[in-house]
């Protein structure tokens, strides 16, 4: 059995921490105005990972909330993954050279795949790909846009890529506490040697129960690839999950 990281996500918006409902902008709970004091308090809850996301940069195609996240990295000594309005390597250089351990790439991935590739050549184990998915179709820009491609078949494009991690969401679920897409997380991840990390619905010790059920389970079967961690928000926020609790449980 593996243990899986715990990833609690702050998620940017005009400069605050908030969550969203299925990527609705407008459907934006506020949790805190201070991301840098977030960003600590998830350190001192015993996490070893922030998931960071700059959402206005997701819509916007270039990073829109560039002093939260450096005062996030200003903050922490735990590592940081970043996500949301990368699209070239002007953006992920800067921000690998800010301190940003690890650079996620979503949108750029359906629409400039060499960029993802090239980004793996140059930072090694720095890139991991983001798959945002309605209805197991890629979405794209914020998950504005849905595309006519389907999630396994982009992940497998960058199987030989050098690839970190892809972190899997399913649209559907995330923010609303229903419970994460385990099924086709785990399809994904049988199918892949890219370790995978699941997003989406979790709200309750029993999901990560479950997940964490299922990863072991899958790494008995003959797929290469492993669930590697799990990405959890609004249940932290509201307290449905305990940080302490779902870290044991990830651990164990």
């Not at 990972?49 to 002093?67: C, E, K, T, Y």
């Not at 750029?108 to 993802?116: E, G, I, Y």
């Not at 790909?129 to 820009?141: H, L, Q, S, W």
């Not at 396994?152 to 050098?162: K, M, N, Q, S, Y």
Request: overall charge negative.
């Amino acid at each position: 059995m593996t243990a899986l990281t715990l990833y609690p996500a702050i998620d940017l918006k005009d400069g605050a921490c908030v969550r969203l409902k299925r990527g609705e902008m407008d459907q934006a709970t506020v949790y805190s105005d201070d991301p840098a004091g977030q960003g600590r308090a998830w350190e001192a809850a015993g996490c070893s990972w922030l998931h960071v996301v700059d959402l206005n940069g997701a819509f916007a195609g270039q990073s829109m909330n560039s002093g939260a996240v450096a005062s996030i990295l200003r903050s922490v000594k735990v590592p940081v993954q970043l996500g949301g309005g990368l699209r070239d390597m002007a953006g992920i250089e800067h921000w690998l050279e800010a301190g940003v351990r690890r650079v996620i790439l979503g949108s750029a991935a359906v629409k400039n795949p060499a960029l993802v590739k090239e980004a793996c050549r140059r930072f090694p184990g720095r890139v991991a790909v983001g798959i945002d998915a309605r209805d197991g179709y890629v979405a794209t820009e914020g998950w504005a846009e849905t595309s006519e491609l389907r999630a396994l078949d982009l992940a497998l494009r960058f199987e030989d890529a050098g690839v970190a991690a892809i972190i899997y969401t399913d649209i559907g679920r995330d923010g609303m506490l229903s419970g994460l897409n385990i099924e086709q997380t785990l399809d994904l991840a049988f199918q892949l040697t890219t370790p995978v990390i699941a997003s989406g619905g979790v709200g309750s010790l029993d999901d990560l129960r479950a997940l964490k059920e299922a990863a072991d389970g899958n790494e008995t079967g003959t797929g290469g690839g492993v669930i590697e961690g799990v990405i959890v928000g609004r249940a932290l926020y509201d307290g449905r999950v305990d940080p302490a609790e779902a870290l044991k449980l990830l651990a164990a």
